[in-house]
C-alpha cells in the first residue's frame, strides 16, 4: 500500500499548478491532503483522477485550514474530526478505516507567532493522540500530514536561530515525542537518518532553492506496522505549494 500526504496550501491554488498530474501519476492508494482552504462545493467540477473515493473535511471559517482523503477502495467508515466541537471546527482531520489500518489525516495546528496559540496546540495534541491511541485497540495506525513541528535540530537548517520559535519550541518538540513514546514510529527516519531533508521552506529569501528548510510533514506508524515498512521519501521536486509530498509505502 501507497500513501502519500501534501500540504498544498490551498487546493484550488494547486490545481493550477501540477496537483492533479501530480495525483495521477503517484498510483497511491491513499493520498491526504491539508490546508485545503475549500469546501467540496468549491471543486464540484474538478475531474480528479478516475478510481478514488474521495473524503472532505472543510474548516467552518471560509477559505481556511481543512483536509481531504483519496482512496483507491472505500473505506470501511470514514470519521471527520476528534469528537470534540472544541477541537474540529477548521476540519484539520479525516481518519479512514481500511481493512488492515486506519489512516489518518492530519493538519496540526500552527503555535503562531509568539507561541499565542500555544495552549491550543498542546490541548490539541493530546486530544490526537488520544484518538490515535483508542483507534490502536483495534488495528494499527498510519498518522499522515502537517504536523507542525520539526522533531530534532537535524530537522531545519538553522535549529539555533529558531529555538523557541512557532514549530520548533521545547513543548511543541515534546508532543512530538508523546508520538514516539507511544509507540509510533518516524518511518521516513528509518530509511533516512542523514540531515538535509525538508518538507517545508518560506517563501522569503529563495530558501527553497538553497534549502534553507524544515521537515514538519510526516508519516508515523503504529509499531505494529514496523515489519510491512517497505519505504519511506520526501518528494522535494514536486512545487506547487511551500510544503512538498512525503510518502509511505507498506508491504
Known amino acids: 500500500m501507497k500513501l502519500l500526504s501534501w500540504n498544498v496550501n490551498g487546493v484550488r491554488a494547486a490545481l493550477g499548478k501540477g496537483l492533479l498530474d501530480w495525483m495521477a501519476g503517484s498510483r497511491a492508494d491513499v493520498i491526504c491532503l491539508q490546508e485545503v482552504k475549500a469546501t467540496p462545493g468549491d471543486v464540484q467540477g474538478v475531474a480528479w483522477p ?58 496540526v495546528p500552527n503555535a ?5 496559540r500555544l495552549g491550543f496546540r498542546q490541548e490539541w495534541d493530546r486530544a490526537l493522540l488520544d484518538h490515535v491511541r483508542r483507534l490502536e485497540k483495534k488495528k494499527p495506525v498510519v498518522l499522515c500530514g ?3 513541528v520539526a522533531h530534532e535540530e537535524i530537522d531545519l537548517a538553522r535549529p539555533k536561530e529558531n529555538v523557541g520559535n512557532p ?4 513543548e511543541e518538540r515534546a508532543g512530538f515525542r508523546d508520538y514516539l ?31 534553507i528548510g524544515w521537515r514538519i510533514d510526516y508519516c508515523l506508524a503504529s ?28 508491504a
Open 112 to 116: 503562531q507567532p509568539g507561541l499565542v
Open 50 to 107: 478516475a478510481g478514488y473515493a474521495l473524503h472532505w473535511n472543510a474548516a467552518e471559517k471560509k477559505g481556511y485550514s481543512g483536509t481531504a482523503l483519496f482512496t483507491r477502495c472505500q473505506p470501511l467508515a470514514v470519521t471527520a474530526g476528534l469528537g470534540s466541537p472544541g477541537h474540529d471546527a477548521e476540519g484539520r482531520t479525516l481518519t479512514a478505516e481500511l481493512a488492515d489500518c486506519y489512516v489518518v489525516n492530519v493538519y
Open 167 to 170: 514549530g520548533f519550541s521545547d
Open 146 to 148: 502537517d504536523l507542525n
Open 181 to 211: 513514546a507511544a509507540g509510533f514510529l518516524d518511518t521516513f527516519r528509518a530509511f533516512e537518518p542523514g540531515p538535509g531533508h525538508y518538507s517545508w521552506w518560506t517563501y522569503r529569501a529563495g530558501a527553497r532553492a538553497r534549502n
Open 223 to 250: 509499531a505494529g506496522l514496523k515489519a510491512r515498512l517497505k519505504n519511506a521519501w520526501i518528494e522535494p521536486q514536486v512545487m506547487g505549494s511551500d510544503h512538498c509530498p512525503v510518502g509511505l509505502e507498506l
